[in-house]
């Protein structure tokens, strides 16, 4: 978002050939969750599904999101498989569980579900509300899909992983201090995490942060 590239006018001219029913929106505000947001209150359809600029999707992703929605009434949040799409890439910021999983305890947050490979019921959101603008790339603490995912699944809406909502992740992360500094990103945002839904009095979140801090103390 905020971009002053080619942006709009790449995306002007794949509407044009593909005859696509695509709208191209500017958001300033820095930050991806903003531009989440502007994505959300612009659209129209009562399912919205979200990927990131680096992945590619399976050609069945819309079809199978939309499947698994009309044949689950009380299906809130669907998230996919996210696998790598260059193989000289570190198998890192994926997500290849090949069976179906319901996400059903904090403890699965950090590890089930990835904010580029995800679909939301429309009507979620006025439940749950917007992507939390602090939150996200754009921002020094990168957990916006995490928790939007917790305050769902804190209302006890349904939340799956479906292995075949498929989608393939381009990141280009090929050293390791590429991956020290996304682990490193990692890890601020499980503690921005901790910090908001903590000071907010919530006791799971508590009781995560308390086994993450003991582990590493022992650790050292």
Not at 85 to 92: A, G, L, N, S, T
Not at 136 to 153: E, K, L, M, S
Request: with cysteine; aromatic share 10%.
């Amino acid at each position: 978002n905020n971009s002053d590239d080619d942006t709009r006018n790449t995306v002007e001219a794949f509407k044009r050939n593909s005859g696509l029913p695509i709208e191209y929106l500017l958001e300033k505000n820095q930050g991806k969750s903003y531009a989440l947001n502007a994505g959300i209150k612009a659209a129209e359809g009562d399912i919205l599904a979200f990927t990131d600029d680096d992945c590619m999707v399976d050609n069945s992703w819309l079809a199978t999101v939309v499947r698994e929605f009309q044949s689950d009434p009380s299906l809130s949040v669907v998230g996919g498989r996210v696998e790598l799409y260059d193989k000289r890439d570190y198998p890192v910021s994926i997500r290849t569980f090949r069976d179906r999983i319901r996400l059903t305890s904090p403890a699965q947050l950090f590890s089930l579900i990835i904010g580029c490979n995800m679909a939301v019921r429309r009507t979620i959101f006025e439940q749950v509300g917007d992507f939390d603008v602090r939150f996200g790339p754009g921002t020094a603490i990168v957990v916006d899909d995490v928790d939007f995912i917790f305050r769902a699944f804190k209302r006890g809406l349904k939340i799956v992983y479906v292995p075949n909502v498929l989608l393939y992740h381009n990141h280009g992360r090929r050293t390791d201090e590429q991956v020290r500094a996304l682990n490193r990103s990692y890890v601020i945002g499980r503690g921005g995490f901790y910090c908001k839904h903590i000071l907010s009095g919530d006791w799971d979140v508590l009781k995560m942060a308390y086994w993450e801090i003991r582990s590493l103390i022992k650790s050292l």
